[in-house]
Each structure stands twice: as C-alpha cells, then as structure tokens.
C-alpha cells in the first residue's frame, strides 16, 4: 500500500471545551453578520489593545444567516479593560451581540452547548482512552463475548454516523461514499486511513490510531466493527476481520476485511 504523504496528515484540534490556560483569560461569544470584513473588524479591536487570541472558533448559522463566533482573549498584557472592548464591539456595524464569561474559577467553556454534527444532531464527546478501557473491561470479564459485543457496538455506530454521508449534499457513487468515510474517519480523531480495494473486500491500513496512554496498544474490535459497519453501508454486503496486525515503530494499523460471501479465492 502506498504511504501516507505529509500533506495529508492533519494538525491536532482543540475544540474550545476547556479554557485556554491564562491569569486573565476572558471567553467572548460574538454573534455578527455573516459577511466578508466582519472577522476582520472584530480581530482589529483586539490586536489594537494589545490582547493575544488563544482559542478561537467559529460557524455560519444557517436558520438567521449570523455567524457565531468564540474566543479566548489573554488579558495578560492588555492596554484596556474588559468592558473598553464589549463597549467597541458593540459599535462595530456588523456586530449583533457580545456576550463575556471572565470568571477565572470556571474550568470550562460557557456557551458552545449542544455540540452538533454536519447534520445538526446532538454529539456528545467520549475520549478515546475511556472507550478503550471499556472493551478491556468488558474482555477480561465476559472474554471472547467483549470482544463480539464491541465490534457490533463499531457496526452500530458507524452504520448511524454513515447518515451524515448520506446527505444531499455529498456524492453517493461508492468511490465517493469512501474518500467522504475516510476524510469523516480523521477528522472525528480515529486515525489517518487509507482504504485499497482488494479481491474479495478491502485492506484498511490506520495511521495515528488511538493508543491507551500514548503507548500501550489495544487490538480495539470497536474500530473494526465500525469500518466493517461503514462499508457494509456503501456496498450492501456483510464484512468480516480476516487479519490484523500492528507496527509499532510505524505505529498504524493494517486491517483485512473481507466479505461474507468471499471464501478464500473465491465467492460463495
């Protein structure tokens, strides 16, 4: 299989749950017209006053055409106050609303809630690590059915996460379907996947996947039942894992899935 280039890796990204840390750092919520000019009228009232943006995340509202922004702004070296920038921001002609939440003893973000996904329904985030010290648990105490009972959980997942391919605003020929469920695979933090079409179903090699604890590497069948869920949504076939392996010093992951209805050379 043909390697992974550079350009195709992605930055990690830090969605804004958590506060940047910072002495005095004030999280602002800016709703604002959705125009060209309006972020850049915004940032300039905060590079003018000497205040660093450390986080900052936006989206387009598609009900009332707005765009709703959020930012952390280290007040460290600032040569105003926190109410000289609420009161210019409100001048601004393109702005609608600010809203602040400069409450040092808050952990965590105080306005983006619910998440949602491209379809607008409600996520909720789980880290990784947590689902995968649930599998181990589940295998040490009900053995081989863990491992059977996660990979269905995969199938399951994937199967109702494969709704946001099917929207209408996306290709629906298979070689689309997979190039949107690999660059969905990334950006939702599974790894770097490159999926190569074989005799009887599909290698999957995994780069970047999710390790317990930086290090320790768990054989997680959730992983390859949602891969197993995702391709029987493209080609309306049931797959199974053939093989798995792990490389360490490349850290990926090489997964063989095939379909039911291959045996060995052939098709049943």
């Known amino acids: ?27 602002y919520k800016i709703i604002c017209r959705n125009e060209i000019g309006a972020l850049t009228a915004i940032s300039g009232i905060f590079s003018k006053h000497d205040l660093n943006i450390e986080v900052t995340y936006g989206h387009a509202d598609r009900q009332d055409k707005n765009y709703l922004l959020i930012l952390y702004a280290d007040f460290s070296n600032a040569s105003c106050t926190i109410e000289q920038t609420v009161k210019e921001l409100k001048e601004l002609p393109v702005v609608h609303q600010v809203e602040i939440d400069a409450d040092v003893r808050r952990r965590f973000d105080n306005f983006l809630y619910p998440i949602v996904n491209v379809d607008e329904e409600r996520a909720v985030i789980m880290g990784l690590n947590a689902l995968i010290k649930l599998e181990q648990t589940l295998c040490e105490k009900i053995g081989s059915g863990g491992a059977a009972f996660l990979f269905e959980m995969g199938k399951y997942y994937s199967m109702e996460n494969f709704k946001i391919l099917k929207f209408e605003g996306f290709a629906q020929d298979p070689d689309s379907l997979l190039t949107n469920l690999r660059d969905f695979l990334k950006s939702s933090g599974w790894g770097i996947f490159e999926m190569k079409r074989v005799h009887g179903g599909f290698d999957v ?36 894992v053939l093989e798995t392996r792990y490389d360490t010093r490349a850290n990926s992951i090489l997964a063989r899935l095939r379909s039911k209805k291959w045996s060995g050379d052939s098709f049943a």
């Open 205 to 240: 090699m995994i780069s970047d996947p999710q390790l317990l604890d930086g290090h320790t590497f768990v054989d997680t069948r959730f992983i390859y039942g949602m891969l197993a869920g995702a391709l029987q949504s493209i080609f309306r076939e049931d797959f199974f």
């Open 1 to 27: 299989m043909n390697a992974i280039t550079t350009s195709e890796r992605a930055q990690s990204r830090y969605i804004a749950l958590i506060r940047p840390p910072g002495n005095i750092m004030v999280e």
